[in-house]
């Protein structure tokens, strides 16, 4: 049985006290546990920023790779092994922003994996730049005037690139959010938790205090239904000043891309007996 203690670190995080970092990987954490996964089993591929540190503090495997392209990496681990787990976390700077297209395509192939983005509407670990996801307004020190666009909506976005698993957690709510993430492991198919985080240090608005007074959980309403993706549309746009709806927003069961790829027949490429091919040559050429 797999225990909390098995995924400590000898490193020690170093976030802002507070942050809701913190909360995210007590989150992915508990989910490792109650799955009982075995840490070798399991692969975390990270981007660059604040939340993208956390594959040196949870001990599995772990890829930290280059901003922006955690999915591309974490696609690659998976279709080379699908028996692995394999959980993304990054930022929405890294995601939202400069992986704009990575996060698009990975959703259409229905990839499986699990993708927590650590939603804080800011760039943290640059100093407090304005995100893509920073509400119409924000005053940084990128925009000193306010920002003029209009936010990224990840979640509508999501539905729209055809992903099969939707949802928004929030780092205050650790086991609503860690029910998110189990259940997004255990998703066949590319599942979202985008995951309002807390920036203790350069989001002054959106705070803890902000979001326990404006959060509501989909599962407490019981008229709605997650697989009516008309209905999930209307819902990933209805936030408003003072509702912001967290819990599983779509989920639909498609078939996976390693399902879909023919090269993947026989099992894991990993497992692929190779023994009748002479890779002499290959060797020699690169050496
Ligand atoms: Fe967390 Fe913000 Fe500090 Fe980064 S800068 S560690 S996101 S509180």
New binding site residues.
Partial sequence: MTELKDLETKAVPN??PG???FGIQNAIKKAIVNLNLEPHNVCIVTGIG??SKITFWINTYGFNSIHGRSLPVASAVKLANPELTVIVVGGDGDGYGIGMGHFVHAMRRNIDITYIVDN?QIY??TKGQTSPTSEKGTKTKSTPFGVIEKPVNPLSLALSADATYVSRGYAGELEHLTKLIENGINHKGFALIDTFQP????NKVNTYEFFQKRVSKLEEDSSYDPTNKLKAFEKCNSDTDEYLPIGLFYKEDRKTYSEEETGLEKGPIVKHDISNIDITPLMEKFM
Avoid at 199 to 202: E, K, L, S
């Fill in positions: 976030w802002c942050c809701g970092n604040c939340g804080n943290g670990l920036c203790v240090t350069f």
